[in-house]
């Protein structure tokens, strides 16, 4: 019998959590990612603790949605743009 089920980003738990959304839990500890939903109801877990990898299974009763700040969007301008009407020559060698 698997007790774990992969599933898609798409999918949620009856709780309205999604694979791959950011949790705590409710009394507290480090930011976790949703990593999917056991057959049983648990939200399958990990995070990070002192650079080592951890997982575990929680009820999602336990569990609440953390606020993420997005991330920032690289500038698309060049540092050295070339002047305006130019070409960039192919190196010869």
Do not use: Y
Not at 60 to 70: D, I, N, Q, W
Request: aromatic share 6%; proline share 9%; with cysteine.
């Amino acid at each position: 019998m698997r007790l774990f089920e992969k599933k898609t980003a798409k999918d949620t738990s009856s709780s309205g959590l999604t694979t791959g959304q950011s949790v705590q839990l409710k009394s507290g500890g480090p930011k976790m990612t949703v990593n999917g939903m056991a057959f049983n109801g648990e939200i399958h877990c990990s995070w990070f603790d002192n650079n080592k990898l951890m997982s575990a299974r929680f009820i999602p009763a336990s569990l609440s949605p953390v606020e993420t700040r997005p991330k920032d969007k690289p500038s698309k301008s060049r540092k050295n743009p070339a002047p305006s009407g130019s070409r960039r020559q192919p190196a010869r060698h």
